[in-house]
């Protein structure tokens, strides 16, 4: 028998609040250590980990324990924290060079809520930079490595969050999803991400990329061990006033999780028929079978604006908001500054240097579509177009319990296949931007393998604010396609 | 060669710059030409969004849609002036006191 980090996280957690099992909290975290440091130097999930904070929060759930206390449902679970939520006291990168050592004062919101509900922060985990891509490969330090196949990518941008999962360093991970930052990584990883609906969880501590688009989710082995965090982390938040005030907690909502009657909506513009990899199609060919099969019907629905139209809302939207979202990073309060001869003179050339390529488009399209003369054309356009296709989904919703389609386009690509090419990068994201786009609860859970033993993902979503039938249906699918998790083990494989 | 896609609209290089100088990023001339080109790909893309339909756009109210809890419209109780005003910064004189940034120093 494996290690007991390796087992579903609530009975892990059940075990260390049990006084009279010998599991305790600093087991685990100590394995979780261990793993990293076997593990990640080929793979370079982490930008850094945080043993000693990682084993105090270890400690204060064991004390806790003999002392008769309750640590909470999360009790000594390893947690990795995608680098653009705030850990207090440790540096914070986001992927990017401008922010220098910078530290944070405070914990993020949900990483607080995750650390009170017994989990241990055992480190930061890499991204594209301000979480801008969809493979990992625009962190300024270096890409993270697909554990599957060190020669892919992870996905992105919570890549190293999804890696860290795949590769057993720890069985839970928080990641941010704007676009699909969260779902992309776990279908090429092999495990489970979800976005809550938007407001679900507080963004309180994370640093923005697109205010209304960014949303903080769990990512993990099974649907049980992503439901487990979500419920730690959702709920209303003083500090972030898009949070909802209605429970979405998967525990507090109970109801029928069976498949036999489930309406499940296939959308003909998510259905990428030959645009998509013939392992991909196949992988979402034998999902829908084995829902029927499980007694759900199909039902064909249209939502006109997604698809690669989404795509272009998105890129209009996503950038604007991350040009005005950046805009503090000027070398003024914080971070990296290079001096210059002027104040302008100084911005420039600390945004010059500081930022990365990809950053750097992004920021000059948003200034784009919200200039005079272009935002009409653009930005205010794109913003009816949203509208619209919010429209679209709810009528294909009133219709269906769920949607179901492939999470993305591609199995995991290789490393550089699309780093010369923005735009084939931004297609990766044509199946998740609308999700976010529409503010929808999404979850990506692994599907099936390639014939080269290469992830892939199926990807379900529901209506606004259904996070709890979300989690339950996906964890009934779950059992139905029979795909368990896979460790990554490639960096065992001697170079 | 520029691509036309707005009316009026040329992507190249006097275009980026001006673009370059409204958000604050100064890049090298040697990058100016590739950034032009990637830039220009994705204005091709994002000019492709249709013109928003007309159609109702009213999502609440329709079965299977969650809503927040709203309460009602109706005013209740509020905090009193003395409780407004221990949340006011403080100030000395005429300025107010700012906290200490954090990690100043460290």
Redesign the interface.
């Known amino acids: 028998m494996g290690h007991p980090l390796d087992l579903p996280a609530a009975v892990a957690a059940r075990r260390v609040r049990d006084a009279s099992d010998p599991l305790t909290a600093q087991a685990l975290v100590t394995e979780s250590l261990r793993r990293i440091e076997e593990r990640d130097g080929r793979i370079h999930a982490f930008l850094a980990t945080s043993p000693d904070l990682a084993l105090a929060q270890a400690e204060r759930v064991d004390r806790a324990v003999r002392e008769g206390r309750d640590p909470g449902p999360l009790a000594g679970l390893p947690l990795a924290v995608k680098d653009n939520l705030a850990v207090g006291g440790v540096a914070m990168t986001c992927g990017s060079r401008i922010l220098g050592s910078?530290?944070p004062?405070t914990d993020a919101t949900a990483v607080a809520l995750a650390v009170a509900s017994g989990a241990c922060v055992v480190g930061k985990t890499n991204l594209d930079e301000f979480a801008m891509g969809s493979s990992t490969e625009n962190s300024a330090f270096g890409p993270t490595r697909n554990p599957h196949d060190l020669t892919r990518v992870p996905g992105g941008s919570s890549g190293g969050s999804a890696a860290a999962v795949a590769a057993g360093m720890v069985p839970l991970a928080l990641g941010s999803d704007t676009g699909g930052s969260i779902r992309q990584p776990a279908a090429f990883c092999g495990i489970v991400g979800f976005k809550p609906t938007y407001g679900s969880v507080s963004r309180s501590g994370l640093v923005a990329f697109a205010s209304s688009l960014d949303q903080v989710g769990p990512l993990a082995r099974t649907v049980e061990d992503a439901a487990l965090l979500h419920d730690a982390i959702a709920g209303r938040d003083a500090d972030d006033m898009t949070t909802?005030?209605?429970c979405?907690r998967a525990s507090e909502k109970p109801g029928p999780d069976g498949l036999q009657g489930l309406r499940v909506g296939i959308a003909r513009e998510l259905d990428l028929g030959t645009d998509a990899d013939p392992a991909v199609r196949d992988v979402v060919d034998r999902t829908r079978a084995a829902l029927r099969s499980a007694g759900a019907i199909e039902v064909p629905v249209s939502v006109p604006?997604s698809g690669?139209?989404a795509?272009?809302?998105y890129?209009?939207i996503a950038p604007a908001e991350a040009?005005s979202n950046l805009?503090r990073f000027?070398g003024v309060?914080f971070g990296q500054r290079v001096e210059a001869t002027d104040l302008?003179?100084m911005?420039?050339?600390t945004?010059?240097?500081g930022?990365g390529a990809e950053v750097?488009?992004r920021?000059?399209?948003g200034?784009?579509?919200l200039?005079a003369g272009?935002a009409d054309?653009?930005y205010k356009?794109?913003m009816?177009?949203r509208?619209?296709l919010?429209?679209q989904f709810?009528e294909a919703?009133?219709q269906v319990d769920v949607l179901l389609s492939a999470t993305t386009p591609t199995v995991p690509f290789p490393l550089g296949a699309r780093s010369g090419n923005?735009?084939e990068m931004?297609l990766c994201d044509v199946l998740t931007v609308t999700a976010n786009l529409a503010g929808l609860p999404a979850l990506s859970l692994p599907g099936g393998y390639s014939r080269e033993g290469l992830p892939i993902g199926v990807q379900l979503w529901a209506?606004?604010?259904?996070d709890a039938r979300l989690l339950r249906i996906a964890a009934a699918t779950e059992r139905v396609l029979g795909v368990p998790f896979r460790q990554g083990s490639a960096w065992e494989v001697p170079a | 060669m520029s691509s036309t896609t707005?009316p009026g609209?040329r992507v190249d290089g006097e275009f980026?710059r001006a673009?370059?100088g409204?958000?604050?990023?100064?890049?090298s001339e040697a990058r100016l030409p590739a950034?032009v080109g990637?830039?220009r790909?994705?204005?091709a893309?994002?000019?492709?969004?249709?013109?928003?339909?007309e159609?109702?756009?009213?999502?609440d109210g329709?079965?299977?849609?969650?809503?927040?809890?709203l309460r009602p419209d109706v005013p209740g109780p509020t905090l009193t002036r003395r409780e407004i005003s221990s949340n006011a910064p403080a100030h000395d004189g005429a300025f107010l006191v700012v906290p200490k940034?954090?990690?100043e120093g460290?």
């Open positions: 910078y530290r004062p909802w005030a209605s979405l604006l690669t139209a795509i272009a809302i890129y209009v040009s805009a000027d309060r302008r003179a911005y420039e050339a945004r010059g240097r930022f750097q488009r920021i000059l399209i200034t784009f579509v200039s272009y054309a653009y356009r794109a009816g177009a509208a619209t919010r429209a709810a919703l009133g923005p735009v931004y209506a606004e604010g259904q | 707005e609209l980026v673009v370059l409204l958000a604050k990023v100064a890049v950034l990637e830039l790909e994705i204005v893309l994002i000019s492709s969004i249709p013109e928003p339909v159609a109702a756009v009213h999502v329709r079965p299977g849609l969650a809503v927040q809890d940034f954090h990690g460290a």
